[in-house]
């Protein structure tokens, strides 16, 4: 089984996706700093594909990667794609999106999670969407996790993320069900036709 590359600079994303993939026993590297994708795309799956793509193409390994954000209904999907450069800290963020639903009764959200694998050669192999449906609280509860995830209530479970166990979180988020359904598709990879 081939090492996978992921499109990302940061160690602590490698570490989350190494916990997801535990089961499978793969091994994850992180992208040569050198290499930059400008995410163009229109929607959270075009953009996990082009950072698999174009980082697989660079280093000629296989690639995987993820996209992500917080979608709010009330504010028409915002901030979507743009969930990480909504503010520069989780602090500012937090403080712009509940200003924004400040007097809006309708706080659902879901949190929607893509992740692609793709090829040496840039083509896709596997992609899996998990989405997370939940509510925006009027003020942050509770000091684990980050982004978003003190705002974001799930109602069933009577917590936020941020409330929530490192194994309870990774049970129910949208980018636990999204590995998820990638273990599931795992055995279809042909790692060894390329």
């Known amino acids: 089984m081939p090492t996978l590359i992921v499109a990302t600079g940061n160690p602590g994303k490698l570490a989350e996706m190494q916990t ?11 992208k040569p700093t050198e ?8 929607t959270f799956y ?8 174009q980082v697989a193409k660079a280093v000629n390994q ?25 503010g520069n800290t989780d602090r500012e963020r937090i403080a712009k999106l509940l200003q924004a639903l400040e007097g809006v009764s309708q706080r659902q959200a879901q949190f929607i999670c893509v992740v692609a694998i793709a090829a040496p050669d ?14 925006i609280t009027h003020s942050p509860r509770g000091d684990r996790g980050f982004g978003y995830d003190p705002i974001f209530w799930l109602p069933e479970h009577k917590k936020t993320f941020a409330e929530m166990t490192k194994v309870e979180k990774q049970t129910v988020s949208h980018r636990g069900k999204a590995f998820n359904k990638l273990i599931h598709q795992w055995p279809g990879l042909k790692f060894d036709s390329f």
Do not use: F, H, M
């Open 20 to 30: 997801y993939l535990e089961p499978l026993g793969c091994q994850l590297a992180l």
């Open 122 to 135: 840039g083509s896709i192999q596997l992609s899996t969407e998990g989405i997370c449906s939940g509510e």
């Open 46 to 53: 075009e953009n996990a594909c082009l950072k698999a793509s």
């Open 35 to 42: 290499i930059e994708v400008e995410e163009t795309g229109s």
């Open 62 to 86: 296989w690639a995987i990667a993820d996209d992500s954000g917080l979608a709010v209904d009330a504010l028409d999907g915002a901030p979507g794609l743009y969930s990480a450069r909504y």
